[in-house]
């Protein structure tokens, strides 16, 4: 991580000790991040994959990482805006692959899928791998292309 790189963070009511873990993480690394919440104790995540979704569209942060159960709800509502690629991984080849291969912008996990040791791993990979670019930018321009066409 040579960069100085933002993240926005967000989560539902399930997660709340996977962000302590990713919180810590960032910490430790030094990396700027934002979070979006929730604080409460229920919540709907698509509230806070919206949230976390448009900052990083916006360009505000470079990454986002969201959590709820299983990282797949709040994955799928991430992916609702356009320009986000945001992927679910539960090991640390899967991270490194989705930011090697899709450009991934947004990492999801699930609490109740990885533990904290699983989960640093997956940061790490995350954080540390760069965007291949080459025969994998045009497969993600052509899922820009699918946006402009079906995000209206």
């Given amino acids: 991580m040579n960069k100085k790189i933002t993240v926005a963070l967000g989560n539902d009511h399930a997660a709340f ?8 993480f960032l910490e ?7 979070d979006f919440g929730t604080f409460e104790d229920k919540a709907d995540y698509p509230d806070f994959a919206e949230k976390v979704s448009a900052a990083v569209a916006r360009g505000e942060f470079d990454y986002g ?3 709820c159960g299983t990282g ?3 994955s799928i509502a991430a992916n609702k805006v356009k320009g986000i690629r945001a992927a679910v991984c539960a090991d640390s080849f899967t991270a490194r692959a989705t ?9 999801a996990m699930g609490e109740r899928v990885v533990g904290s040791g699983v989960a640093v791993d997956i940061l790490d990979a995350f954080f540390s791998t760069a965007f291949e670019g080459g025969r994998h930018q045009a497969r993600v321009d052509k899922i820009s292309a699918m946006e402009q066409k079906y995000f209206k």
């Fill in 17 to 24: 000790s996977l962000k302590k873990t990713v919180i810590e």
């Fill in 28 to 34: 430790r690394k030094g990396i700027e991040y934002k």
């Fill in 65 to 67: 990482v969201l959590l």
């Fill in 72 to 74: 797949v709800g709040i």
């Fill in 99 to 107: 930011r090697q291969h899709n450009d991934a912008n947004i990492l």
